[in-house]
């Protein structure tokens, strides 16, 4: 009997310390991605995010010079708009490239949202997802969609 316990201690011991280390290595993932007019964007490098007079500005740039810049006007948890020129609580800007752009490159954000889901004072991280649409100087337009950002380090 005692030894039927001893091996039913075991296994439940066993099984809890697999549950409690199991991990699949997305939780603290630095990561920031998004869909530009239905097409998959992965930044490769992150610039060093910064928290300046209570606003994240969020740079990511993926292997083929692209870029995305996020900027929003707080650092708390919440949801933040843009519908110029009435509402300017973030802006988006989508850059095709950052190797010798020109105005036909470079989509500012028309309206759209960003949402602060995790800002972590303690580890100094922030998380989040967006969406915005941009236009740039021919009036051409980029949507871009299922943009997120996890656990961006700032200073």
């Not at 280390?21 to 630095?30: H, L, W, Y």
């Not at 490769?44 to 996020?70: W, Y």
């Not at 708390?76 to 988006?92: A, D, E, R, S």
């Not at 998380?127 to 980029?142: M, T, V, W």
Request: charged share 15%; net charge positive.
């Amino acid at each position: 009997m005692n030894r039927k316990l001893l091996m039913f201690f075991m296994l439940f011991a066993f099984v809890a310390m697999e549950a409690c280390t199991k991990d699949d290595g997305t939780e603290n993932a630095v990561k920031m991605s998004a869909s530009i007019d239905g097409v998959q964007w992965d930044a490769s490098f992150l610039a060093p995010t910064t928290l300046r007079n209570h606003k994240f500005i969020i740079t990511g740039t993926n292997l083929a010079g692209g870029a995305i810049l996020l900027s929003t006007s707080a650092d708390t948890v919440g949801t933040y708009l843009l519908y110029m020129p009435l509402i300017y609580q973030f802006n988006g800007t989508y850059k095709v490239t950052t190797l010798s752009p020109t105005a036909k490159d470079i989509f500012e954000g028309l309206s759209g949202t960003l949402k602060l889901t995790k800002v972590d004072t303690v580890a100094k991280v922030v998380s989040g997802s967006y969406e915005f649409k941009g236009i740039n100087s021919s009036l051409d337009s980029a949507r871009v969609t299922k943009g997120i950002f996890m656990n961006v380090p700032y200073l």
